[in-house]
Structures are given as C-alpha cells and as structure tokens.
C-alpha cells in the first residue's frame, strides 16, 4: 500500500513537473510562434516579372525561382510521392508524430547520434517558414509546438499548398512548380510518374541528391520514392516497373522567356528596387508591364544587330578567334578536342563558335558546337577583305584559302536563310530608342550589341555629341527670331580669327559643297553647316541656348560657344528622342516612360501610368479623346484616368515648319528635285514609300559618332552609331578592287551608317499602319513662292513651289523679271535682310 501511494506520489510530481516544463517551454517559445494573421497571410517569395505591354515575359529577377500552385493544381501522383516519401500519416496526425518521434529518440538512445528524422511535413513547414535549419533540441521543441499552432488553425490541404509551394527543391527552385519549370521545362500536369518521383525525392537533400549535378545519386533517390509508393499502394506494380526503366531526364531549364529584351529588363530591374527595396522587389512576386511592344522591341534589336554587322563587314576581316592547329605543322584534333574548345567558348548575340575543318577553293567546311557540320558558301565568305585600318582594307580575295585556314575558331552567324555567315563582333556600339511622341511612351529601346558583352546601356546612358542632329533645334529658335523656311542666307565659307587661339576657325560644309544664296528648307535638309552657324550667329548665343533648354536637355550640356550650332553638344539618345519629339506632337515637351502597369503577385494594379499627353489645356476632353491619345492599360482592364497636358515649350506652327523641312531631308524638293538638282541627306528613307516621314542625319568631326532621328505623328525614333571610347573614328572604307583596281571610298556618316538601321527598323515599326502625316496647324499659309529668291512668284513650274508661313511672315513683293539682280539684293547678309 505505502508503495502504490509513494509511485502515484511520483507520478503525481512528474505529471506536475512536465506541466511545467510544458508551459514553461512554451512561452519560451511563445515568441516564435506565428499569429493567426501571418499563417494566414504567408507570402512567398516569388521573382519579379518583367513583361512586354502586349503580356509576352522579358525576364524575372530573384534568388528564388517559384511558380505558386493551388492544391487542385497539383496531380494526384505527385502529392502521393511526397506523402509516401515524407510523411504517409499526414492526414491522420496532429502536426506531430509520435511513432516517427519514438523512432527518432531510440535511435538517439542506442546510437548518441541525431540520425533519424522525425519530421512531420507540418513540422518541415514550420520550420522552412519561421525557423533556421540547425539541428538543435530547442529547434525540434519550436517545431512541435509551431506544429500543433499550424494545425489547429489551416486545413490539412492548406498545409500542403503551403508546404508544396515553399519546399526547396535544388537549383534555385522553391516549391514544385519551379521544381518542374527548372528540371524538365513542363507544368505539373504535364510530368510523368517517374519525373514526379524525382522530384518528391529532393527534399531530403536536394543538392546532393540533385538530377543534374548528381544523376546516379538522384535515380537511386527517385527509385526509392517509387519503392514507397509502390509499398503504400500509390501505384500497381507495372507502373513501378515502367517508371524505374525510365532513363534520367532532367536537366537546367532557365525561365520561360517569350522575348530576350536585357536592356529594357535592367531598367525596369533598378526603377523597382528604387522604388521597394531590393528584398521587396526580387521577392514580392511582382509583374511590370512595360511600354515597349514585342513586335516593335524585336525589330529594334535585329535591326541593330544587322546594321553594327553591316558596318563591320565594310571595313573588313579581323581574323580568326583563334586558332587551335597549324594545319601545315601540327596533326589536327579530333572531334572530341574541338567540341571541347568550342564548349569553352561563350556565345554572343547571334554568333556561333565554330572551328575551320577544311578549305577548298571557294568554300570552308566548318564544326559548330552543337556538332554540326556545315559548308559555308562563296557568297558567305567573299566580303572578307583583310581589315588593315578603320580607313583602310586590303584586297577583295579570289580564294577561301585567302580568308580561312584549317584549324582556327570562328564566329558564324545565320543568314534570313538559313545558311551561315562569316561574321566576327563588332568593334562599333549602337542605340536605338523609339517612342511614341504624343505622350512618351517608349515603343522600343536597345542599349548596344549584346548585354552579355556590355550591360552599359547607350540609349539612356552615353552622352555623345549629336553632331547635325542638333539642327532642328537651331532652326526652332531661327523661326522664333523671326525667320522663315523662306529666308535667304549665304551659304559660302565661314573664317573666323580667334585672337585667343592665334587660329581661324574655318568651319565647312560636308561635303565641302557650297551653293551660295539658299533658303533655310533646303539648307535644313541638306544639312548645311555654315548656314547653321549664320543662322546661330542671328539669333544670338545665349538667345539659342536658352531655346535648346525648352526641349528638356540639361543646362551642362548646352556649350556657349558657336560650335553648339554644328552639334558639339553631348546628349544621350533617349534626350534627344524626348526633344525631337516636340516637332513630331505640335510643340509639347513629353515625358518618356518606360513602365506601363505595376501588379501585385495576386494581380492587383499597384501603380498605372498617367502620362501628360500632347495637349492643350483648353482642350475639351471630348477633343482629346477624338485625337486618339488616351493611354491603354496592360495586362487588365481599361483604366480611366484624368488627362493630364503636357507643357507646350513651342508654338505649334513652330514645331510644323521644322517637322516640314524636316520631310525635305527624306523628300528632297518635291516632285521638282530632279530638275533643281537637290535632294536632302535623308533620302535613304525614301525606301519606306512613305510621304509622311521627316528625318535628320547627324555626323560628328572625323565621324566619331553618326545618327539619325526621324518620325510621323505617331512614331519617332533615334539611333546613334559610334566607339565607346569617343575618340575612335568610324572611319571610311576605302580598298583597291583586285577585279578593276578602282578605288572605292567613303566616310562614315549619319546618313551611311546609322539611317539604315532606323530604315530597317522602321519598316518593320510602321508596317501596316496607315500613313500619319503632321497636319498644318491654324495659324499658316500656303503661299507660292520663287525657289531661288525666296519672294512671291507668278509661276507655275519647276522654278517655284507652294511654301508654309506663319501668318504676317510671309514676303509680300513678287521675284522681278530679271531675277539675277532679286538673286543678287538676297544675297546680303542676314543682318541686312532682318
């Protein structure tokens, strides 16, 4: 009797004792463990998404790659492979289990170890969301009693989606949708019984149990997964049997990239950790849409890539990559050697490595990485001319034995069809930036060749000087002053002594052409120089650079000196877009922008851009809505937003004269060009077939940077060619024909070598969109007018066209008969005529 009273004495204090420590655990744990509010709200730490305005995804930033799943999402077979695997009494127990645990303990016991796992997926939760992965005494205590908490407040299929979408799966994948995404490049749906096993078999040790980096320890893995399976009668006997034989699959699959666009990524990248922080932007799951449209954003980089290719096959063959034997003294290597070189060989762009196998007279067989092998053609061979300077090549070669040996690495690239190109990459640099003129939204933007190669972005980062691009600009504030398309200046040679420098300055035309007395249309649109510095020197210095200042360029890059009229200020390409603009919208200073819509990881529209658009404010809004500039939403519903206009920085008639001119840089005279001999620096565009396009080309001295702007109403576009080192020239290709031994030559410009890009890349941006010239303002007159004077005129023939005024502006005394001697009272200087 006195024994049973002293053991249930005993167990009395014990009892106690353990109630104790219970709750004394338990509030020493109390700190850790979450409130209802946060299990309920768990967020994942899910990428940022970058997408296109039309949906297609660009790129997605985060450590952790994760594609969230419901429960209803996931196949049946998967979830029994994890139950089987981690824990096949999960929809029994209540967040613990006290079998795995007693295990767990005598293991401990007989051995001193913490071997044995006693881990619920409901305590793997616990710890994966809000504790460390330490294996300490403490750490399990936090778990079971996190555990209990979780269960008591979500479903047990809760805890799985959670579970499911949270495990660590290897290779930067979280959660099994990554985990398929990664591996095998599928949805969930789409896995098969041996792939999901795989994949339920990760968790255990995912990096050294991971498919890729470790394939025999992963297949044994998945077998054992299988075995569970098969043992807890998830699957019948011939389905382990046919699973076990199946080979493994997987290998590193990236992101599902709809359109590689880096350098619009890599914006839209730093505006959000700018504006939440780098944890919140990389991990909150959000999805940017972005301005630029696929179509357009796809055309802008292959028609920088082919125009840098271009440009560096004029001026010649580099050489080789490398070369790896010397076909006349070492034995060649074999198949394995090469494909392993050329493994080492990283990519670039569109470029393929590829190594020389043999030269015959008019062709090369060649070995790509993949093991290819492929013959190139004469016709993709015969334009490498040794490259001798950026000014000078060698002969044209008869042979390909004159380009090629056996034995050297090469870059390749693809033909439009299909066949292969000798190529090398492009010393020269590039930007292109497209946008919308009426209210800056960026329709395409490309920083340079390859962001691999360089993440410098160009388009919104290289300040270079814009040469004759800054033309319109002079002639915006000509027009201010009081002159007309119609003016008369002298275009002849300027000196000018500097009594500082003991130098005179001579600037020229290029080409050194001079015609005399010219009006200001055809001066503008054959980029004349010396008239540029007449028409700055009419105006005045300061007067002409506070009006550069209107268009939104920086004070510090606006240089008071008369060279600013020749383009000596420094500009990135998107500011001069944003400038140029205001001849393409009727005078407004517009905003580029670059992001369209921000979404939360549930889809909720966080942020939606409102631009001010090319309006007035005494606009009714009915006007404005007709004019078609309401801003469209991305990604979801329309959303109606205030107008808002932007500001207007010169008049509308302004802004229409030069955009005209502008047109005759791309039009020439009219219809009468033949006869008066003159077409502008622009007609390179005339390949486009289209009469409402107005351009500007824009060289700088020795060709160090080249451009050319142009646009309609709707679309403007710039692009900038040149070294990022700004000393280099583009040079000139000059070479002596081994066929004629002519020489053929010609320097480097705005119009040889940055038009064609903008030729090309428009085509593609304008097709099947109606022509959207820029419509004459109220405030003008069409009047005709003699085209060597510039006065009024009786006739009717190649001597005279219809010219725009602005209202008060326009000549009011008819050419006389004998025009030579108008010719000669028009050629007095501008200080005369005003």
């Known amino acids: 009797m006195i024994l049973l009273k002293r053991t249930l004495q005993f167990f009395i204090i014990c009892t106690i004792l353990g109630l104790i420590t219970l709750i004394s655990l338990y509030y020493y744990v109390k700190p850790d463990i979450p409130s209802v509010q946060v299990l309920k709200d768990v967020q994942l730490q899910t990428p940022m998404q970058v997408f296109t305005k039309d949906g297609l995804l660009i790129n997605q930033f985060g450590e952790k790659r994760r594609i969230p799943v419901t429960i209803d999402e996931i196949p049946k077979p998967l979830i029994n492979a994890f139950l089987a695997t981690e824990d096949n009494r999960f929809y029994d127990h209540i967040g613990i289990d006290p079998i795995g645990i007693i295990r767990s303990a005598l293991v401990l016991i007989s051995t001193g170890e913490k071997k044995q796992g006693a881990s619920t997926i409901t305590m793997q939760l616990a710890r994966n969301f809000f504790l460390t992965r330490e294996k300490a005494y403490i750490r399990k205590v936090k778990e079971i009693f996190i555990a209990l908490h979780i269960e008591k407040l979500l479903t047990k299929d809760e805890i799985l989606e959670l579970y499911l979408n949270k495990i ?39 990096s050294a149990l991971n498919p890729i980096r470790n394939p025999t320890r992963a297949k044994s893995r998945r077998n054992v997964v299988l075995g569970r399976m098969l043992t807890e009668n998830y699957i019948t006997q011939s389905q382990y049997d046919d699973a076990k034989s199946q080979p493994i699959t997987a290998y590193f699959h990236g992101a599902e990239i709809d359109l590689y666009a880096p350098y619009i990524s890599e914006m839209v990248r730093a505006e959000m950790v700018a504006r939440y922080g780098a944890d919140k932007a990389y991990n909150s799951g959000y999805k940017i849409f972005t301005s630029v449209e696929s179509r357009v954003q796809q055309a802008a980089q292959t028609a920088l890539v082919n125009n840098l290719h271009n440009y560096d096959m004029r001026h010649g063959y580099r050489g080789p990559v490398k070369v790896l034997w010397e076909s006349e003294t070492q034995p060649a290597l074999n198949k394995l050697q090469i494909l392993s070189e050329l493994k080492s060989t990283k990519e670039i ?18 070995i790509l990485k993949d093991g290819e092998v492929t013959t190139l053609t004469w016709d993709n061979l015969k334009w490498a001319r040794k490259y001798i300077t950026r000014y000078r090549q060698s002969f044209a070669p008869k042979t390909a034995s004159d380009i090629l040996t056996p034995g050297v690495q090469i870059w390749l690239r693809k033909n439009s069809d299909d066949s292969y190109l000798l190529s090398q990459i492009p010393e020269a640099s590039s930007a292109i930036v497209s946008l919308a003129p009426q209210d800056g939204r960026i329709k395409a933007i490309v920083g340079g060749y390859s962001f691999e190669q360089s993440q410098y972005n160009r388009a919104v980062q290289a300040k270079r000087q814009v040469g004759s691009n800054i033309k319109p600009f002079i002639y915006s504030a000509a027009l201010e002053k009081g002159y007309t398309l119609a003016s008369i200046l002298n275009d002849a040679p300027i000196n000018l002594w500097d009594k500082g420098q003991g130098v005179a300055w001579r600037p020229e035309n290029s080409p050194a052409i001079y015609n005399g007395p010219i009006r200001i249309r055809r001066a503008l649109a054959q980029s004349k120089n010396v008239i540029s510095i007449r028409l700055l020197r009419g105006v005045g210095l300061q007067r002409t650079a506070d009006h550069l200042l209107k268009f939104g360029f920086k004070n510090s890059d606006i240089n008071r000196s008369e060279s600013l009229a020749l383009g000596s200020a420094s500009i990135t390409p998107l500011e001069l877009a944003r400038g140029m603009s205001a001849f393409a ?5 517009i905003e580029p922008y670059f992001i369209s819509e921000i979404q939360d990881a549930y889809g909720n529209v966080l942020f939606k851009t409102n631009p001010a658009i090319a309006c007035d404010e005494d606009m009714n809004e009915s006007a404005v809505s007709a004019s078609n500039l309401t801003t469209q939403s991305s990604g979801s519903n329309e959303v109606t937003q205030p107008i808002k206009c932007a500001p207007r920085v010169i008049s509308k008639q302004n802004a229409f004269l030069i955009a005209d001119a502008m047109n005759s840089a791309v039009w020439g005279g009219g219809s009468w060009a033949h006869n008066t001999g003159w077409s502008g620096t622009g007609w390179r565009a005339q390949a486009l077939e289209r009469r409402d396009l107005s351009g500007k080309t824009g060289t700088t001295n020795d060709s160090v940077d080249t451009w050319f702007s142009g646009f309609n109403n709707n679309v403007l576009t710039s692009v900038w060619v040149g070294f990022d080192n700004p000393g280099n020239s583009l040079g000139r290709t000059a070479y002596n024909s081994n066929l004629s031994g002519n020489q053929i030559s010609g320097a480097e410009s705005g119009a040889k070598t940055a038009q064609p890009a903008w030729v090309e890349f428009m085509k593609a941006a304008l097709e099947g969109t109606p022509e959207a010239p820029i419509e004459p303002p109220e405030g003008l007159v069409s009047i005709r007018i003699d085209l060597a004077t510039g006065l009024l005129s009786h006739k009717n023939d190649y001597t005279s066209r219809f010219e725009y005024f602005e209202k008060g502006t326009a000549p009011t005394k008819y050419v006389m008969s004998q025009p030579t001697d108008i010719f000669e009272e028009n050629t007095k200087t501008e200080e005369e005529l005003f």
């Open 585 to 589: 919208n009727g005078g407004h200073l």
């Open 349 to 366: 762009g569109p470029l393929k490595a590829a190594v020389v196998l043999a030269v015959n007279e008019k062709t090369a067989d060649v």
């Open 168 to 206: 660590e799966l290897g290779n930067r994948a979280f959660g099994i949708g990554a985990a398929a995404q990664v591996y095998y490049g599928k949805e969930l749906k789409d896995l098969t019984l041996a792939q999901m096993a795989m994949i339920a078999g990760l968790p255990k040790a995912p």
